[in-house]
């Protein structure tokens, strides 16, 4: 740990592991803060696990099941005190929560602040608008942060407390954490212990980060404290949930792939050399956590980092800590499975793109599904490797097919699944991801397959037509050359020429602004909408102009004594127009509102 995360550039990190109700081991590594040589100390240093909070928020719900206050299959519209609009001719329920599958989209926007003022309680945060159901609910599992806020708030509903406080009266002081709160910003008797996070330690430290929704990643702990949490769950939930309701919650409530991890209520199943595991992970901008619970073994391992490191070096970490530790200590003779004789077959129909299904479709995050898609090759000696899945050296990996669309890695450490139906592939995942997170064909809208390539010669032509008219502009005046364009015909010339240099002020705009969100997911805390709108309408004013680009062709065309070439370009440019423009709004990027 200690090499790992000097060459990683991570400032520090927390690792706690627990055995039949005891804390085996709870050690600090680096420092809390870096200027000061501040020591990470596991009982006193707050880390802030991010969506590990959901398993406090779960654990919340259950124990009001358990009260008969809740019922995981009863429309949660009867639970709140706003509307969630119907869709699919089904009603969202707990157990759609609690297993990702309440079909909502992609939502960020306030999700993570460093101001308190935008701060809203939780009532107001979950009502500022309502995200969109693009799957059927059971249908497709899509992580989902609204939906564990949405969890949370009808906690604080039905219970009549305040979210944060519930979990202060109901979970932390039943097991002893007085080193934890969903509080934001922190009390004061706890702030003083509270670690700085670091993009890199080598980096100056970031501002602690306020999650709006803060049921979904709010906690700030100590590993300490984690450590009673996982113990209590080791113990079929101790003092805070009874056998049956604990069990529940580890017993597999969704499979997506027969030959991959289930997802429990709320936890997800990580089974390894077979060994129940569940657990969650859990990131902000800067601290990074995992929690695994060997649920019949009685063991319980968690850490927590305070920097993402150089190249996301803390996710790497915290994903071979996790495997070599169940390798090293419920090893598992790895048999030699035989290739498939189905591989060839299946590997050139796995071939394509695909989305996360994690993703938006009214709003601009649907650029992101495009500009991330993973795309699958069939290779040669019949595996498959998939774009966005890497080994720690950052090359994709090899993929073998052990079974029926049932694929291993060449380590035999991790495995790929699909679902086919009548020969079409509709999801397929990792066991690291399945539960909560699939890979979904890319409609044709929205394949990099073609939009890209085709999107590389738009922007060239249009470069080429935008960087060329003052250039022609200088030369025509220094040799007094006059082309004899005039009235409409100019004016069609210039709107055209217009409209190309506000694609390329739109593409720059565009480019700041996810350069910027790139850098931290509290760049959208609002601050962006103006540059949003900005942009908006530079891609109203390019309509226009594309418009007037279709008109210069047409006249071009049709107006004698012109070069073929001249009429060539001309039609180019207008089909480059409105090959762009249908882009831009195919992703959204002109909409009514500014909620994603």
Do not use: C
């Amino acid at each position: 740990m200690p090499y790992a995360l000097q060459t990683g550039d991570i400032a520090g990190a927390v690792v706690v592991v627990v055995k039949d109700g005891q804390v085996l081991t709870q050690r600090g590594f680096g420092y809390a803060d870096v200027k000061e040589k501040k020591p990470v100390d596991p009982a006193g240093t707050l880390f802030r696990p991010g969506s590990i909070s959901k398993l406090f928020t779960w654990t919340a719900v259950m124990q009001q099941v358990q009260a008969g206050k809740l019922d995981l299959d009863r429309d949660v519209n009867d639970y709140l005190d706003y509307k969630i609009p119907p869709a699919f001719g089904k009603p969202i329920t707990l157990r759609h929560i609690m297993t990702h599958t309440p079909g909502f989209e992609e939502t960020a926007k306030y999700l993570l602040l460093n101001d308190p003022k935008l701060a809203k309680p939780l009532g107001e945060a979950m009502k500022r608008w309502v995200p969109t159901r693009i799957y059927a609910p059971g249908q497709i599992p899509a992580y989902s942060n609204y939906g564990a806020s949405m969890a949370g708030y009808i906690v604080e509903r039905v219970s009549g407390e305040p979210f944060a406080q519930y979990i202060q009266n109901h979970i932390f002081t039943p097991l002893g954490m007085q080193h934890s709160t969903f509080v934001q910003p922190l009390p004061a008797n706890l702030a003083a212990g509270m670690s700085k996070g670091y993009e890199q330690a080598s980096k100056d430290p970031q501002p602690f980060e306020i999650i709006d929704m803060s049921p979904a990643g709010a906690l700030s702990a100590t590993g300490a404290d984690m450590a009673q949490f996982m113990i209590a769950h080791l113990a079929h939930g101790g003092p805070l949930l009874d056998k049956a309701t604990a069990e529940q919650m580890y017993a597999n409530a969704n499979t997506p792939y027969p030959g991959l991890p289930a997802m429990g209520l709320g936890f997800y199943h990580e089974d390894r050399n077979g060994h129940r595991i569940v657990g969650h992970g859990g990131d902000t901008d800067v601290f990074h956590s995992d929690l695994h619970l060997f649920i019949d073994d009685g063991v319980g391992l968690y850490m927590s980092f305070n920097s993402a490191g150089r190249e996301a070096a803390a996710h790497v970490l915290r994903e071979h800590v996790f495997v070599d530790f169940a390798d090293r200590y419920f090893p598992q003779p790895k048999p030699e499975l035989p290739t498939a004789p189905t591989a060839k077959e299946h590997a050139q129909v796995m071939a394509g793109h695909y989305v996360s299904s994690r993703g938006s479709e009214t709003n601009f995050m649907r650029l992101f599904s495009l500009l991330g898609e993973a795309q699958i090759v069939a290779n040669d000696d019949d595996t498959i490797t998939v774009s966005a899945l890497l080994d720690a050296a950052r090359v994709p990996k090899r993929w073998r097919e052990i079974g029926p669309w049932l694929w291993q890695d060449a380590e035999g450490k991790e495995r790929l699944a699909a679902v086919v139906k009548e020969g079409k592939v509709v999801m397929f995942s990792i066991g690291a991801y399945a539960p909560i997170i699939e890979f979904v064909p890319a409609p044709g809208s929205l394949n990099a397959g073609w939009i890209t390539p085709v999107m590389a010669v738009a922007l060239g032509v249009l470069a080429l037509t935008a960087l060329s008219w003052p250039v022609v502009a200088l030369v025509r005046r220094r040799y007094r050359y006059n082309p004899g364009i005039t009235g409409r015909a100019l004016i069609l010339h210039r709107a055209t020429r217009a409209a190309a240099w506000l694609v390329l002020v739109f593409v720059l705009g565009w480019g700041i602004m996810l350069s910027v969100i790139n850098h931290g997911v509290d760049a959208l805390d609002g601050r962006l909408d103006i540059w949003m709108r900005l942009m908006q309408l530079v891609l109203l004013a390019t309509i226009a102009g594309t418009v007037a680009a279709a008109w210069n062709a047409y006249d071009i065309a049709t107006r004698g004594g012109r070069r073929p070439w001249a009429t060539a370009w001309a039609v180019l440019v207008a089909l480059s127009l409105v090959f762009f423009v249908w882009a831009a709004i195919n992703v959204k990027l002109l909409t009514a509102t500014l909620n994603f």
